[in-house]
């Protein structure tokens, strides 16, 4: 009986994500030198990405973000150190940003670093961008000579990482093989360096290519040696992925029901993790026993849902959608759409050497001709089966010598004995040791403790004085009032809420003469007494803005015109009352105002607009005194004339 064999994108990025993540981490140096710029803050969190212990996207982000704020412009150093971070979270469906990282990493070979594995790192990045990008050959040839540099730096944590990227790269491109060679290589390399996370995560990558390769026997041993591993260390988004690939299994086995219970699962948490791709990508999947069950119509809903979002782009998605398009148009007896989707899946596959989905959509084809009567094609088509067939089984036994190179075999396990008995003979020694060190660890906790509560301090400091600043930004730093930005502020929020409103535009008369016989500090006292004047007039709820030099504008939320000639014509009453004689002044100040109110605009232009107008109009008047743009003949003057 023929077995569905998947392949997962979305689950080899995540694990390929995390993977480089913790790869990179450990060729991070932390140590400033003479030239670097002192920044422990930042250097803590480095060494928290060196520990191999994080392994949650979501906390790894979180400390990206941190570790962005904390370096300086002009650090140059840490700023190469923080790209070899964030390259591996490129998301492999942006080709975008993966060609912009590209682009900007193009010159990589004439700059000068000064820490040798940052352009190594960097350069496995430009590997990983280029296998998505669908450029590989190229990307096999940067793997390759960085394989040749690390070799020469003799770093094995590198020589890991590079044979960790050419795995990966011969994954994607169906060479199960090779996959698993250089996989088994950069395993057992981890292991030696003491990288358990990295280690176990890249079994995850080797039982996957098991599985491709149709050994589901094999996948499965590798698997439940990761899921005891992560659920022992309490590891559960990295469990999520072992359980996802046992669904893949269960779906290979038959067993359809369970199958679709974990995709079920999977997609609901794809659905809160607000990610619509990889919800597409589930619906895809739990179609495939949906239409084992005989649940046609669930399977023509879910694969609907998902079509718009699958795109050649999801390779392996892609093809495996119109694979399970080809079944159920087949159990519906719609030949012609039939043959549609085995066209468009197998050129998908085709394009990815995908072995495994031909040998899905080829028995159903051949079922398809056969029923339709036609025996040669149906011959055809069982003949091409086979022969792809029997191209896996061979390479399943090809793969016996790799899969021995990370078995623990006698030799291996002879060794962790005689390293066991070394142990407990040096156990008395430590426990004695460890006893006077205990107080050199106390003294240690303590100054940790310190350092956190002057780094906390240091912090909090730093978001009091981020707030400070992006206050004072909406704050006239003369008159303390609040400035243009942020009235405009207010008038959006007005707007948003449909709520009628008045402004008052008002001009100080003849500043420029004050400015000119009294001298500008003079003239910089009188707008802050003005400013404070006409602060006590307003409402409670209204806001006042300096928005130009002598230019200010008072929004009165919910005041029709009634309302706002009243307040002008208290501001103009309470304006000349100001004491000029400490000023050393003979004139009083006055001031001219433009009145305007809301009717249906829909942004404060035109509303600024009508009061400008009406402004005008009080100056042309003789200027110490008010116009509303509603009746503009009504000007006023204070004095009566």
Known sequence: MQKLIRCRKNTHYLIGLVLFILMFVGQLPFKADANTLENEAADELFSQFESDQLTSSLYIDEKLLELKALIAEDDHQRWQQYKTLTCPHIPSGEPDQLQDFV????????????????????????????????????????????????????????????????????LFKGQFIGAIDNLSLSFELYQQLGYWNTANINIISLASSYRRLGDNKKALYYYNIVEEHFTKNDKPN????????????????GDYQESLDYFEKIYAVANTANNPLYAAEMAVDMSAPLIK?????????????????????????????????LELRLHQGRYLEAIEHFNQAKNSFDKYNNKKGLTI?????????????????????????????????EAAWATFNSEMRIRFDSHQLEKQQKQLIEFQTLKATQLEALTKKQQLQYVAIALTFILLVILAFFFI??????????????????????????????????????????ILLIDVDHFKAVNDNYGHDVGDISLQLIAHTISEVCRKEDTLARIGGEEFLLLMPNAQAEDAISLARRVNNQVK????????????????????????????????????????????????????YQSPVDFQREDGQ
């Open 361 to 393: 959509i080829y028995p159903i084809i051949a079922e398809l001709f056969a029923e339709k009567g036609d025996f040669k094609s149906a011959n055809h088509w069982h003949h091409e089966f086979l022969t792809v067939h029997n191209q896996m089984d």
């Open 577 to 628: 009352l100001i004491d000029t004689d400490s000023l050393s002044m003979s004139e009083c100040f006055t001031v001219s105002i433009g009145i305007a109110t809301t009717s249906n605009e829909t942004s404060i232009s035109p509303l600024l607009k009508k009061a400008d107008i009406a402004l005008y109009q009080a100056k042309n008047a003789g200027r110490d005194g008010y116009v509303n």
């Open 103 to 170: 682009n900007e990493t193009d010159d990589l070979a004439s700059r000068s670093f000064s820490v040798p594995s940052t352009p190594v790192l960097l350069n496995l990045c430009r590997a990983r961008a280029f296998m998505y990008l669908g450029d590989l050959q190229q990307a096999a040839q940067i793997n390759q000579d960085v394989l040749t540099q690390v070799q020469t730096l003799q770093d094995a944590k590198l020589t890991a990482d590079a044979y960790f990227s050419i795995g990966q790269l011969s």
């Open 238 to 253: 990295l469990l999520a992925i072992v359980e996802q690939s046992l669904a893949y299994i269960k779906l290979d086995n």
């Open 461 to 502: 400091k730093l978001i009091r004085k981020s707030i400070q600043y992006k206050q004072l930004a909406l704050i006239d730093p003369l008159t303390e009032v609040p400035n243009r930005l942020y009235a405009y502020k207010v008038t959006k929020h007005l707007f948003r809420k449909q709520q009628a409103f008045s």
């Open 293 to 325: 069950l005989n649940r046609l119509d669930e399977a023509e809903r879910w694969l609907n849902q998902a079509q718009p979002l699958i795109t050649p782009i999801n390779y392996s998605h892609f093809g495996y959608m119109h694979a399970y398009y």
